[in-house]
């Protein structure tokens, strides 16, 4: 079950009162974003990812596995006051976690955080505009048991987001990038993955291909070493983006 983080009557009071004291004031989530955030976008180009995804106002987003809530607050932005983001976070990640992200998604107001486990995630069939997997596919595309093929949880868990989009919807996923052919086992010890096992484990799961970039590439990077081994930094790894569609 997900554990969303719900505010009582009297916090949704002094909630809406702060939030039209800070839109008063012109603040925005490029305001609430850390220092920390802003200096990894040399490497993460988050204006160009974003024209890339193509978020419209009013768009309702899982973030899976959203850690620290760099792209919730691009999304929140993105999607307006209509749209609405479910930041997934493990409950060990929230307890670490939000005494800096609670007051973040309070002030945004469209950013609900989902605690549950990295595998599991419901929803309402059918109701969300785009499932969005941000460096995490590497860390369910390997089972020892399944060995090369697709393992189970990666089937299940693309089964779910098939289920949870609306038709037309589209699933996101970026992650480091390993050399196509690389074995799973191999590319999983890297914390990378193929971008043909991201095609073949999505598509397996009735998703179209709708498209990949190559705007995160970078072509000092191996790919045969674990990304945070590169000299260069962690957002310098080569990533591709790959979007896929559920179809209509």
Do not use: G
């Given at each position: 079950m997900i554990r969303f983080v719900r505010r009582s009557s009297v916090a949704l009071a002094a909630f809406v009162i702060v939030i039209a004291s800070v839109a008063s004031e012109g603040q925005n989530a490029q305001d609430m974003r850390?220092?920390?955030?802003?200096a990894r976008d040399q490497g993460r180009k988050p204006q160009e990812v974003m024209a890339y995804l193509d978020i419209q106002p009013g768009m309702k987003i899982w973030d899976h596995a959203s850690a620290t809530g760099y792209y919730s607050t691009l999304f929140s932005e993105a999607v307006g006051p209509t749209g609405k983001i479910y930041a997934q976070i493990s409950d060990r990640g929230w307890n670490r976690l939000q005494?800096?992200?609670?007051?973040?998604?309070?002030?945004l107001g469209n950013v609900e955080p989902a605690i549950t486990l990295l595998r599991d995630f419901e929803g309402e069939d059918g109701t969300f505009d785009m499932v969005f997997l941000g460096l995490i596919y590497h860390h369910i595309h390997y089972d020892e048991n399944a060995g090369n093929q697709r393992p189970e949880r990666?089937?299940?868990f693309f089964n779910k987001a098939f289920r949870l989009l609306k038709p037309g919807g589209t699933l996101v996923v970026i992650d480091h990038q390993a050399p196509d052919g690389t074995r799973r086992e191999d590319s999983a010890e890297w914390h990378r993955a193929t971008l043909q096992n991201a095609i073949d484990d999505v598509t397996a799961s009735g998703f179209e291909l709708a498209g990949t970039s190559d705007i995160l590439?970078?072509?000092?990077?191996p790919q045969n070493i674990h990304f945070r081994e590169l000299p260069t930094g962690r957002d310098s790894s080569q990533?591709?983006?790959?979007k896929f569609r559920k179809p209509e």
């Open positions: 850390t220092a920390a955030e802003i005494d800096a992200l609670r007051p973040r998604y309070e002030m990666a089937a299940v590439a970078n072509p000092d990077d990533r591709f983006i790959a």
